[in-house]
């Protein structure tokens, strides 16, 4: 973080996936990742000396592990989002593109236990990506 920034507004980041909900789950978990950092306060936009922005450029799936031809027993998906910190006046402070994390989860003949598969590894990959945002983002200054 630069010396002379103390407080962020981290706003909602926008979900351009086709992995509805997603926003809410990565942004919440930036803002506890950031919000458990001595370095940093997160503030509403009014009082921050830096607005942190993110997009959510893609939410992949695809098969890792199949029973037959037609029978998927497990799945990979991989989330990419682009993330910057910019002045109230849209000075860009710092910005990475490409931030990704993966993880598999388990394809069950059950629709619903699938679902939830597919969500635990969706809250597990958020966690991650904040905390390489946060990361990635205090370890350049």
Do not use: C
């Not at 000075?91 to 619903?112: M, N, P, T």
């Amino acid at each position: 973080m630069p010396a002379d920034i103390r407080r962020i507004a981290i706003e909602m980041f926008d979900n351009r996936s086709g992995e509805t909900g997603i926003e809410s789950i990565i942004t919440n978990d930036v803002i506890n990742e950031f919000t458990r950092s001595p370095i940093v306060e997160v503030t509403g936009k009014e009082d921050a000396e830096a607005v942190l922005t993110g997009v959510i450029r893609a939410a992949r799936t695809r098969s890792i592990s199949h029973r037959s031809a037609y029978t998927t027993t497990e799945r990979e998906i991989t989330i990419v989002v682009d993330a910057a910190l910019t002045t109230p006046g849209g000075k860009v402070l710092w910005s990475a593109r490409g931030i990704d994390a993966s993880g598999d989860y388990a394809v069950s003949d059950e629709k619903i236990r699938t679902e939830q598969n597919k969500k635990s590894a969706l809250a597990d990959l958020s966690t991650r990506l904040a905390q390489r945002i946060f990361y990635r983002m205090t370890d350049r200054f």
